[in-house]
T-cell receptor, first 111, second 117 residues
Framework: GDSVTQMEGPVTLSEEAFLTINCTYTATGYPSLFWYVQYPGEGLQLLLKATKADDKGSNKGFEATYRKETTSFHLEKGSVQVSDSAVYFCALSNYGQNFVFGPGTRLSVLP | GAGVSQSPSNKVTEKGKDVELRCDPISGHTALYWYRQRLGQGLEFLIYFQGNSAPDKSGLPSDRFSAERTGESVSTLTIQRTQQEDSAVYLC???????????????FGPGTRLTVL
């Protein structure tokens, strides 16, 4: 079945450091790919998404590019802030029906 | 308009009791999902409703778990004879349907934190 693999956390960075959170997937068909973020004490929010190969999703300084050849959707940000501390979930959806989430990666940004 | 709402926000119950969790999806969203999130872990799919189609119950962990949805409105998740391992945050999400890539995004509620003593 479909699956999503994310890098193990927690990830701890200093403010203004470069962030990469790796995500790879296994899926039949041509899934849409998502990054969701869960801030402390809050529900999941969509951060960005991409629906076809080579699409780049971006939001709040975060970016991820849909790489079909490597089945990856790595999340990047050039300069993280303390307020980016959260849990990040990579997810896929095939035809908008079933959604599969990765286990989440906890990011802590220190001032 | 309003987002997905869930109630109660917190529920503490004793082992063996039944609990009902409620989800109000975004108006007009035909698809509704329930997930479980144990402490420090990822999302575990439970059940999926799509319009008037038969729900996808493949994620329900046991027959103590059931869910209902009337039409395209409120859904309730019921856990009977609760066990301590049922303690988790239960998340509901809804999704619009139709054509177009905007329909494949889920919108999550804040969750219900269930604690079974």
């Amino acid at each position: 079945g479909d699956s999503v693999t994310q890098m193990e956390g927690p990830v701890t960075l200093s403010e203004e450091a470069f962030l990469t959170i790796n995500c790879t997937y296994t899926a039949t068909g041509y899934p849409s790919l998502f990054w969701y973020v869960q801030y402390p004490g809050e529900g999941l929010q969509l951060l960005l998404k991409a629906t076809k190969a080579d699409d780049k999703g971006s939001n709040k300084g975060f970016e991820a590019t849909y790489r079909k050849e490597t089945t990856s959707f790595h999340l990047e940000k050039g300069s993280v802030q303390v307020s980016d501390s959260a849990v990040y979930f990579c997810a896929l959806s095939n035809y908008g029906q079933n959604f599969v989430f990765g286990p989440g990666t906890r990011l802590s940004v220190l001032p | 308009g309003a987002g997905v709402s869930q109630s109660p926000s917190n529920k503490v119950t004793e082992k063996g009791k039944d609990v009902e969790l409620r989800c109000d999806p975004i108006s007009g969203h035909t698809a509704l999902y329930w997930y479980r999130q144990r402490l420090g872990q990822g999302l575990e799919f439970l059940i999926y409703f799509q319009g008037n189609s038969a729900p996808d119950k493949s994620g329900l962990p046991s027959d103590r778990f059931s869910a209902e949805r009337t039409g395209e409105s409120v859904s309730t998740l019921t856990i009977q004879r609760t066990q301590q391992e049922d303690s988790a945050v239960y998340l509901c999400a809804s999704r619009p349907t139709g054509t177009g890539s905007w329909t494949d995004t889920q919108y999550f509620g804040p969750g219900t934190r269930l604690t079974v003593l």
